[in-house]
């Protein structure tokens, strides 16, 4: 099976485009992307999951200027797409990224995309045959983490336990944005219908100096139950977890803006 590379250009620019296309094809890989969109409202950034998830692709690279990585909305939607591309594909799937103009740390974006690899476009060529070519590194993760974007239901996202464990309960809290509803079902598809065990909402938390409100239950949940939360608006983070026991808190956080 020949290879591919997926690439969201950030800025529409088509002599950019149409360079960078050229460029990998000179490689022997197979091409696809888009113009970045950042309606929020309509989810746009949840187009790419379908063709990203496809097993020829084998890269996801990101091309654009400081600005456009510094844009909270592009952020937002960015992060959001990795977290949905790594459900899929495995934590260890590549992403690469091309800044145009200065430098990019990647420290400083969304917590899905802190493993990506800056690298110069001029180098670009041997880099991507190399990545595309070579297994998915496997990376093990602490939780599972998935959304769904339905323009008729909002965003959802899914957590629930690594395989091999399990959760008493559990919590998802957000800074900024809203929660409006819960559920608790199997993993990988939104329950119809749902029992919660002491369902709660409006918990006040604190971490790092934010502020987060968040939802929770007590449906104990193995490796095949989820709990999923139906969040409004851009949050700037997320913290989620099992349902803390008395004093001892241990969550997991995303940036995502």
Known sequence: MSKSV????????????KGLFQTVSRYGLGVNGHFWSDNLEKMEWAGPIAELDRPETGVWL??????????PDIRFGLGLLAAAVQARRGLGFPILCI?????????????????AEVVEESKLGVKLAAKA???????????????YALPSLGLWIEVGPAPGHEWNGALLGVCGGEISAHGVGSAGQLPERCVLNYPMKGLKMELGGREFVGWAVKNALGEKDSYF???????????????????????FSLQLR
């Open 6 to 17: 997926f690439i969201s250009i950030l800025e529409k620019d088509e002599a950019k485009g």
């Open 62 to 71: 990101i091309k654009g200027g400081r600005a456009s990585f510094e844009n």
């Open 99 to 115: 800044c145009d103009d200065g430098e990019l740390a990647t420290a400083a974006l969304p917590t899905t995309l802190r493993g």
């Open 133 to 147: 070519n070579m297994p998915i590194k496997k990376i093990d993760a602490e939780y599972r983490f998935d959304l």
């Open 229 to 251: 939360v139906k969040v409004g608006g851009t949050p700037d983070a997320l913290i989620f977890g099992a349902f803390p026991d008395g004093d001892d808190v241990e969550l």
